[in-house]
């Protein structure tokens, strides 16, 4: 089983936690998290872009010249694409880019994410993550003081209002709940901070 260290918020070890190798001891599969970030990134586009074909176009209803004798190359529109102010070809129109995945297959995926940061010792728990009133700059020295102030992804049980606002300000800090973690998030983040009760809540539902 793998284990870590358990810190409290000033940074002072305060004890060693084993975490479960089902969840943070099995063989990463590359396959499938690249699946699963895929999906991720498809599901996050609004698919809101638009462009008028020919056929939207305002004008173009006459035909510019005449067909034979003018020298020049037959039109029949003046919004045809190949006219400034003309349609686009193929012009792209709104659409939703989203799909479903496997439930089995994003479980494998979100243990394999948590395998590797355990496996590199990216994993940092804490003992109980709380701030009595919203300060960013306290939030700031708390993370310094356990070594992810680098791209962190805070993790806490529950929603805890003066921790998500005391995180927001810091450039590239990411603050979720056990519930709701995702593995692009935990992928883009250098260190994965948790406090127990998030580790295991985590543990509880994935193991």
């Known amino acids: 089983m793998p284990k870590t260290n358990v810190y409290d918020m000033s940074g002072k070890q305060v004890g060693e936690i084993e975490l479960s190798a089902a969840v943070f001891g099995i063989e990463p599969n590359e396959s499938v998290v690249h699946d699963v970030v895929k999906n991720h990134l498809a599901n996050c586009r609004q698919g809101t872009q638009s462009a008028l074909t020919r056929a939207e176009v305002s004008g173009g209803g006459k035909k510019p010249w005449r067909q034979k004798g003018t020298g020049r190359a037959r039109q029949g529109s003046t919004r045809a694409p190949q006219w400034t102010?003309?349609?686009?070809?193929?012009?792209?129109?709104?659409?939703?880019?989203?799909?479903?995945?496997?439930?089995?297959?994003?479980r494998l995926a979100l243990k394999s994410v948590l395998s590797a940061k355990a496996a590199a010792d990216a994993i940092v728990v804490i003992d109980s993550i709380e701030m009595k009133e919203i300060k960013t700059k306290e939030f700031a020295k708390f993370l310094a003081a356990v070594g992810a102030e680098s791209k962190p992804m805070v993790v806490t049980a529950e929603p805890n209002r003066n921790v998500v606002l005391s995180g927001r300000n810091i450039p590239g800090c990411t603050v979720a709940f056990a519930n709701i973690i995702n593995v692009y998030?935990?992928?883009?983040?250098?260190?994965?901070?948790?406090d127990k009760a998030a580790l295991a809540k985590i543990e509880e539902v994935f193991a």
């Open 185 to 194: 998030d935990i992928l883009n983040a250098k260190k994965l901070v948790l």
């Open 85 to 106: 102010h003309g349609g686009i070809v193929f012009a792209p129109k709104p659409r939703d880019y989203s799909y479903t995945l496997n439930k089995k297959v994003k």
